[in-house]
């Protein structure tokens, strides 16, 4: 927690607040990754799905700083939630934190661009420090930086770094340990001229506020209505403006253009670059071929193939170890706790919650951790790129494919990954139609229906009729996807206007280190909040299959208790008889019972009803449901095969079979679009901030999901 009064001396510490702030693609997270170590912490901003990451680094003996490493922005003109969050921070006008020293990062490969918002920064008359980055590539430009003479001509001190390979960050340190000992304030000079561009409105605008600068005072006039002061002071501003003619647009254009015409001066003085005729860099060679239109398309989908694989095959390695480790956790507890609610709570109810929780860990962990990579080298904004044509058309943009792929794998992650799109109606349809991505949880479904209901036939010797089955359910859940996307970009109004301005960086080798802290970070949001809502979840569904209306109950075990008295030999047959007899007569039971009727229109009996939801908390709690209803044995050679047999035999009470084609195709469908998964609900929640995104998330893709089975059961029966 950062406040006004931060800037505090403890003996011989002095403890500041620093935000570290920059363009996209400038080296500022680098930067702050090596500062802070791993004396980092992750959040969200106020009111706002944005990153909020910040860390502490040991300036100096004396010095403790606090980083807050700001989303990245272009200029101090904000367009998107994320630019709003920095805005606020730099004009000192966000409630929480006001730093008291800006280290600004700057790209010394592309210095016109930066020093715009250099520019600004510096006339903000706040202590700056500039970090130039990208060094390297400058050189491999052709362009050569003087950083005295740009140092004179910026009036702050500037400081060439590596973060990647640890240079300059000692003399950056010790920059900011005389800027702050020094209580350097600012530059003496403003870049524009402010005067000229609504001098007496600036001049009445600091009467109200002495302390702030010209250039502070033109964004008290532009955007007053949204700063932390009284309606009574806004009230004045306004009069301010209307009172002087004060034109927002018009004074943007003009200070920018007096923006540029100082910055050229400043590169002739400071900076020679080469000839623009130049030789291509290795970037741009391999962005022939990448971003080919015929070849770059190829590349991605064979780059989408091989992440969806690794996060399905790598992780299906620690997956069953953690499912193993809880198997046997479970059974120790089973022999030494006692046969009562209460242990049946613990192993049933805790234990079968917190497996749910942890059992993603490795998948967000291995998507989380190959992302990185990919963003690292510079490819993750090729694959937005070459997408963003498909993706607009129904509502979306480019960065909303790396989500949507991701989902195939595991719904949790991928709606995380939705946090790098910018803007907010986009990024919300993402994480409302990527459960539509058939996630591996539902391939256990998937395997046994599709074996139950679709012939064993193959064509042409390589072609198997239940493979082409397993593809189509994956391409109608992406088909569905793409037509809620086109339907709901009607219904989620938005003033913010969509942009994909994006800039390819350059291809540069990924950093160990970072994926290994992303991994570990992102594993530790999931487990620390969605958790409480799945461990939650799981709890009330436990006591809804255990308990049941209480002299229903005990009539049932004393008739299994007579039976396995009577014939001890059957013991094992009769305890597994009286699970399922409890399981159908306990709340759960009756509440599939309850919606028998509804569910039968589309070829469901009461067993598929209690599966539905049970299966709520997982998908693939599906296929144990199915083995307890039907009586399947928990051992491990009693496998999927025993299961399919009672399934294939199994019959409604008027002697028809229950798994037909028309019932498992309808099922089949149902999986495909229905939710299904708590944990994706806990984690849009968590996201959006609400209850009423993942609410109706639940309601559409259900009644979505009920539609389309009814009419595939009624065609096919």
């Known amino acids: 927690m950062y406040d006004k009064t931060s800037n505090t001396t403890n003996h011989l510490n002095k403890k500041i607040n620093i935000a570290l702030v920059g363009n996209p693609n400038s080296g500022k997270s680098s930067l702050f990754n090596e500062l802070t170590g791993l004396h980092q912490q992750v959040g969200n901003f106020p009111g706002v799905t944005v990153d909020k990451k910040t860390g502490i680094c040991n300036i100096s003996e004396k010095i403790q700083a606090n980083f807050i490493d700001l989303p990245g922005t272009y200029s101090l003109y904000p367009k998107r939630a994320d630019e709003w969050v920095s805005y606020k921070v730099l004009l000192q006008e966000d409630e929480i934190i006001v730093p008291d020293m800006i280290l600004l990062v700057a790209d010394a490969s592309n210095m016109k661009r930066n020093l715009l918002f250099c520019s600004q920064i510096i006339d903000l008359k706040i202590p700056v420090v500039v970090a130039l980055t990208m060094m390297d590539i400058a050189k491999e430009k052709g362009i050569s930086i003087d950083i005295p003479a740009l140092e004179i001509e910026l009036g702050v001190p500037i400081v060439a770094v590596n973060p990647r390979k640890k240079k300059g960050i000692g003399f950056l340190k010790k920059a900011i340990e005389q800027t702050a000992e020094i209580n350097h304030r600012h530059s003496s000079r403003d870049f524009i001229y402010n005067n000229m561009l609504a001098p007496r409105a600036i001049d009445e605008v600091k009467k109200i506020f002495p302390e702030i600068s010209d250039y502070k005072a033109i964004h008290y006039l532009i955007n007053h209505e949204l700063f932390s002061i009284s309606k009574d002071i806004s009230d004045k501003i306004k009069k301010i403006e209307v009172d002087n003619k004060f034109r927002p647009i018009k004074t943007q254009a003009e200070e920018i253009v007096q923006r540029y015409a100082k910055i050229k001066h400043i590169m002739q003085q400071a900076v020679v670059e080469s000839d623009p005729i130049k030789k291509s860099m290795f970037t741009e060679k391999v962005d022939n071929i990448l971003l080919h239109r015929t070849w770059g398309y190829i590349i991605l989908l064979t780059v989408l193939f091989i992440l969806f694989q690794s996060v399905f095959w790598i992780a299906q390695y620690p997956m069953n170890f953690i499912q193993e480790v809880f198997g046997t956790l479970s059974n120790w507890c089973s022999m030494i706790l006692p046969d009562n609610w209460l242990g049946d709570l613990f192993i049933n109810g805790f234990l079968a919650g917190l497996s749910g929780i942890l059992v993603f860990v490795p998948q967000i962990m291995i998507l989380f951790g190959l992302i990185t990579l990919l963003e690292d080298s510079g490819y993750m904004a090729r694959i937005s790129f070459l997408t963003d044509k498909i993706m607009r058309s129904v509502g979306l943009n480019g960065k909303s494919i790396m989500p949507m792929i991701s989902g195939f794998a595991c719904a949790v992650p991928a709606i995380m990954a939705a946090r790098n799109i910018e803007n907010k109606k986009e990024r919300l349809l993402t994480i409302m139609i990527t459960p539509l991505m058939s996630c591996s949880a539902r391939l256990p479904v998937y395997t046994i229906l599709v074996a139950l209901v679709i012939p064993a036939k193959t064509y042409f010797g390589i072609i198997s009729l239940q493979g082409m089955v397993m593809m189509f359910l994956y391409l109608f859940g992406m088909a569905m996807a793409m037509l809620v996307a086109w339907i ?12 994909f301005i994006l800039e390819l960086p350059v291809y540069r080798s990924p950093r160990w280190k970072n994926m290994f802290y992303t991994m570990f970070e992102k594993a530790k949001i999931f487990v620390f909040d969605a958790g409480k809502v799945i461990m939650l979840i799981s709890l009330l569904l436990w006591a809804l299959s255990t308990f049941g209306p209480p002299e229903k109950i005990s009539a049932i075990k004393r008739e299994y208790t007579q039976k396995i008295q009577q014939n001890p030999a059957a013991a094992e047959g009769l305890i597994k008889e009286e699970k399922t007899a409890l399981l159908q007569n306990s709340f759960a039971g009756h509440l599939g019972k309850f919606i028998e009727p509804a569910i039968a ?7 598929i009803g209690i599966a539905l939801i049970t299966s709520f908390a997982a998908r693939e709690v599906f296929v144990g449901t199915m083995a307890t209803l039907y009586s399947v044995g928990d051992n491990a ?49 968590r996201e959006t901030k609400s209850w009423k995104w993942p609410m109706i998330q639940l309601l559409y893709m259900t009644g979505l999901a009920y539609l389309c089975s009814l009419m595939v059961y009624q065609f096919l029966k």
């Open 601 to 607: 229109p589309i070829g469901y009996d009461w067993k």
């Open 637 to 685: 050679d009693e496998n999927n095969a025993t299961l399919y047999k009672k399934m294939s035999m199994a019959k409604r009470e008027d002697g028809t079979l229950v798994y037909t084609l028309a019932t498992g195709m309808s099922l089949l469908i149902f999986y495909v679009l229905a939710m299904q998964c708590m944990s994706t609900i806990a984690i849009v929640k």
């Open 488 to 499: 709901m970009k009607w219904f989620i109004k938005s003033t913010e206007r969509s942009f």
